[in-house]
């Protein structure tokens, strides 16, 4: 059996004194795109951010690779393919498409940056006619494209991602699942995809993860839950 490429256990953390996430496990194996639901609240932004290493643990482990990452900072993360886009694709407006990837890619060297601007432009030829055009002139599904974009500038293998829907016209919710699982068909990139339209990322994912009250509540294959609608239904009760 191949390792996971990423492997939470038994994770606990929080908040100050708040706890959130209560003995969280789960992985996410090679070229595989693994959708965390639940309901509001429920931790699946901690999750990430935990990951990510912008919030510290508590209790447990997280394993990058075979390798503990307790305690990296969010810069080494992405430094080791472990790469974050936020929630509310957060670009910013004032700085154009270019200077945007620029920001991903701020630890790379001129040469590495160019080459990978190239790579992700490929995936996003949207962008490449806009480069030089400020971001905030983007529509809602364009700036996602770019906020997606950026995370992959840095040579990524693990894609965190934080509701990709938010915001977007039911028509562009499409563009962005497609775009993704065309990355993750081209590229076998990893994602972990926070997601609020449950039905929706069902159709791209490959297993899924349930958390309710800071707890793994369900882990499922999508043709069962598809087939079970009691499982979704318990998970937002
Ligand atoms: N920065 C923060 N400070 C204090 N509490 C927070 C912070 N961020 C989130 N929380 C709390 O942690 C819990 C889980 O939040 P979150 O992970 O954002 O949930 P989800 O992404 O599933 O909606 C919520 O009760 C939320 O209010
Ligand atoms: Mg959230």
Redesign the pocket.
Known sequence: MMEPMLKIENVST???K?P?LQDVSLEVNEGEIVALI??????????LKAVSGLLPLWKGKIYWLGNSINGNSPAKNIGLGLTFCPQGSRVFDRMTVGENLEVGGFRLSRVELMKREEIVLELFPALKTRLREDAGNLSGGERQMLAIARAMVPPTQLLLLDEPSLGLAPNLLGDVFGKLTEINRELGLAMLV?EQKVKDVMTICHRVVG?KL?RVELESSPEVLRGDGALLKNLFL
Do not use: E, I, Q
Not at 38 to 47: E, F, L, Y
């Open positions: 929080g908040y100050n708040k959130v639940g309901p509001n609240g429920a931790g699946k932004s901690t999750v926070v958390l800071g």
